[in-house]
């Protein structure tokens, strides 16, 4: 089906930047949602950015407003989050996913996968 892969994680400094990639692969789809989600240890995963197949909507959690930017090649098949001005407590798993519709027989079902994430660590 789809297989997605998360890279660019790692340790940086608080007010720092960093870029992550999510490249997806096997199955292809016309319209959809890409985007990215964050898990901190004990706490519930939570919404980050997301953008769909056109490249031209996109929508932020209000947390990262103005520092965050989600950006996709449909080309390349991947998708991106520049994360700037990151703060300690933004240290998390980050995964994305991709969110479609998927037809199953004469019904059209809700369909999300997942990476298995990538960890970015803030430090104070």
């Known amino acids: 089906q789809v297989q997605l892969v998360e890279s660019g994680g790692g340790l940086v400094q608080a007010g720092g930047s960093l870029r992550l990639s999510c490249a997806a692969s096997g199955r292809t789809f016309r319209r959809y949602v890409t985007g990215w989600f964050r898990q901190a240890p004990g706490k519930e995963r939570e919404f980050v950015a997301a953008?769909?197949?056109?490249?031209?909507?996109?929508i932020y959690a209000d947390s990262v407003k103005g520092r965050f930017t989600i950006s996709s090649d449909n080309a390349k098949n991947t998708v991106s989050l520049q994360m700037n001005g990151l703060k300690p407590e933004e240290t998390a798993d980050y995964y994305c996913?991709?969110?479609?519709?998927?037809?199953?027989?004469?019904?059209?079902?809700?369909?999300?996968?997942w990476g298995k994430g990538t960890l970015v660590t803030v430090s104070s």
């Open positions: 996913n991709v969110d479609v519709m998927v037809r199953d027989g004469l019904r059209l079902v809700r369909k999300v996968y």
């Open positions: 953008v769909d197949w056109s490249g031209r909507t996109t």
